[in-house]
């Protein structure tokens, strides 16, 4: 059984950084694309970030050049810096891992001040 966990949401001033972590179990993790997601009340879930087992990484509009995903497979974490953060970046962040079955991790709170 996969488990995904984030970590690293919180308050921020807009103009801040954040560094949201998810750590993922099992022995999956390396062949497989991870991804940050994000939503807020009443909208569907949007993708924020996906970075592919080689490395391929895929970014939102809204956030290129302000967020910065990676991954290290020595500690099945993948990692999403939130740099010149926004107010319009304020939602539950989710981080996934993509195989035939995707597994969600439970979300972690990111509100971004004005």
């Known amino acids: 059984q996969v488990q995904v966990v984030e970590s690293g949401g919180g308050l921020v001033q807009a103009g801040g950084s954040l560094r949201l972590s998810c750590v993922a179990s099992?022995?999956?993790?390396?062949?497989?694309?991870m991804g940050w997601y994000r939503q807020t009340p009443g909208q569907q879930r949007e993708l924020v970030a996906v970075i592919s087992s080689g490395g391929s990484i895929n970014y939102a509009d809204s956030v290129k050049g302000r967020f910065t995903i990676s991954r290290d497979g020595a500690k099945n974490t993948v990692y999403l810096q939130m740099n010149s953060l926004k107010p319009e970046d304020t939602a539950v962040y989710y981080c996934?891992?993509?195989?035939?079955?995707?597994?969600w991790g439970q979300g972690t709170q990111v509100t971004v001040s004005s």
């Open positions: 099992g022995s999956i993790f390396s062949t497989h694309t």
């Open positions: 996934a891992l993509h195989s035939q079955n995707d597994y």
